[in-house]
């Protein structure tokens, strides 16, 4: 489902990653682990579009979207969802999800 090969970016002209390869098939799970600053959520935010890829390829379901924007890539279902500081304090977990919710193969 997802293909990562000799990913290479970062920000603005600092490389954070280099050189990543992975392969995650439909319905599998990848955990990726490491100590604060090696580049774990630039790694996310190359595949989500966010950062700035300087080379290798990223497969969607066999399509390159190296150069698709954000919102594409999202709605072919590929998001990253960070862990920080982005909720409504007043809204339970459920209600989040609520907010979030567009048509697609997810539910709740």
Known sequence: ????????????????????????????????????????????????????????EILLRGTDIGTTPVHKRAHAGLGHVPQQREVFRSLTVDEHLLVAARPGPWNR
């Open 1 to 56: 489902m997802l293909s990562v090969k000799g990913l290479t970016g970062g920000w603005g002209p600092t490389l954070v990653v280099e050189g990543v390869d992975l392969i995650l098939a439909e319905g599998e799970t990848l955990a990726i682990v490491g100590r604060n600053g090696v580049g774990k959520t630039t790694l996310l935010e190359l595949v989500t579009g966010r950062a700035r890829r300087r080379g290798g």
